[in-house]
């Protein structure tokens, strides 16, 4: 299902037939180094992954992380969305791409789009959390009019993680 639509993007659920994309994103080297490995080595893992995380955030929030793709080509590239996570007071936004499609201005598309679809569904304030070494993603938060709120540690984790905020 289609959620929104920027000048060069596509987001949209994600289905069942994306299991090989999102194994292949989930075991990018940025993905291990700054999110985590969630352990996705088969198709059957990635699937598993889909119907746990998204899909099921999907019927109970409303929202989740979506296939972010390419209009032109329908290639998926990315995932950016909303996450509801156990620990954290405030729905958050998420972004990862594929290595080859970063520095192109795509995560901050779908990340503005993102922000714009919070407003719309009437959430009035999101956050997001970074690892403290991820340069890049704080740089795109800072760029979306987010502030450095302090620090955060998610429950089951001992890393402490960088806390942005922005009230609508």
């Not at 970063?102 to 959390?129: C, N």
């Not at 993603?137 to 942005?164: A, C, F, I, R």
Request: glycine content about 8%.
């Amino acid at each position: 299902m289609k959620v929104l639509e920027t000048d060069r993007l596509t987001l949209r659920w994600i289905e069942a037939a994306d299991a090989e994309f999102i194994m292949r994103l989930l075991n990018e080297p940025g993905w291990l180094q700054y999110i985590g490995d969630k352990g996705i080595r088969t198709i059957e893992d990635a699937n598993g992954y889909i119907l746990k995380g998204p899909r099921a955030m999907y019927e109970r929030e409303g929202f989740g992380l979506f296939l972010t793709e390419r209009k032109e080509d329908h290639t998926p590239i990315g995932l950016c969305g909303l996450i509801k996570r156990d620990g954290l007071e405030d729905v958050d936004i998420g972004f990862a791409f594929l290595s080859s499609y970063q520095s192109q201005g795509y995560a901050f598309e779908a990340a503005r789009a993102t922000v714009e679809l919070a407003k719309d569904i009437g959430i009035k304030r999101i956050i997001a959390i970074t690892t403290k070494d991820n340069e890049s993603s704080s740089k795109l938060l800072e760029k979306l009019d987010m502030q450095l709120e302090g620090y955060v540690t998610l429950p089951n984790d001992t890393e402490e993680l960088k806390k942005y905020g922005l009230n609508f």
